[in-house]
């Protein structure tokens, strides 16, 4: 089995977190996508919500899709946990499982700054998904397994193909706040609970 590991803040979770998840498990042929809530990152300013609301947030988001699951594997770890070490962690945790993971153009674009990123790339295949970032939209992916840092023995990613849902956490925070709609943004199951939080 093919597990993709999808991580985020999911700050909270919407239809575009889902989308990726969905468009991940259908391309790459993955048998199921956690979603792995991150834990506060020590070295930012706290999130809106802690761990273990954005956790449940994420749990009821998912909740009868089939193959998608939340995840809090990252919380058990110590802090902060780099993905190498969240890797080294799963593959010890579940030796029978196979993990691939998950990131947006943008991180990839940096990945060669990630800690022990050369590791990652030789023992863990990679998805890229587009990403809608500051008004720019990284929708041109052409280069993608062109990128300098990859050498000859770390496989290229695979980069997913179609029209991603351009929203973002932080642009949902702020529609609460402003009391403006996000029917279409989030799953229905938690729009009641994340306008009370967010609001």
């Not at 089939?66 to 770890?77: I, V």
Request: proline fraction near 8%; hydrophobic fraction near 35%.
């Amino acid at each position: 089995m093919t597990i993709g590991i999808f991580g985020g803040s999911f700050n909270p979770i919407h239809n575009g977190h889902i989308q990726v998840a969905l468009a991940a498990r259908r391309q790459a042929h993955l048998q199921q996508v956690w979603m792995m809530v991150s834990p506060q990152n020590p070295l930012k300013q706290p999130l809106a919500q802690p761990f273990a609301m954005r956790y449940h947030l994420t749990r009821i988001a998912v909740h009868g899709i089939e193959g998608l699951q939340a995840s809090a594997f990252e919380a058990t770890l110590p802090t902060p946990s780099y993905t190498y070490h969240t890797l080294q962690a799963l593959r010890e945790q579940y030796p029978h499982q196979q993990f691939a993971l998950i990131i947006g153009h943008d991180n990839w674009q940096h990945f060669d700054q990630w800690y022990r990123y050369a590791d990652i790339l030789r023992s863990t295949p990679i998805i890229v998904y587009p990403r809608h970032d500051d008004g720019h939209t990284h929708t041109d992916m052409s280069h993608t397994g062109n990128t300098p840092f990859l050498t000859a023995d770390m496989p290229t990613p695979t980069v997913l193909r179609g029209d991603f849902f351009d929203v973002s956490s932080t642009e949902i925070r702020r529609r609460i706040k402003q009391h403006e709609d996000i029917a279409t943004l989030t799953p229905q199951s938690i729009q009641p609970l994340i306008k009370r939080l967010y609001s």
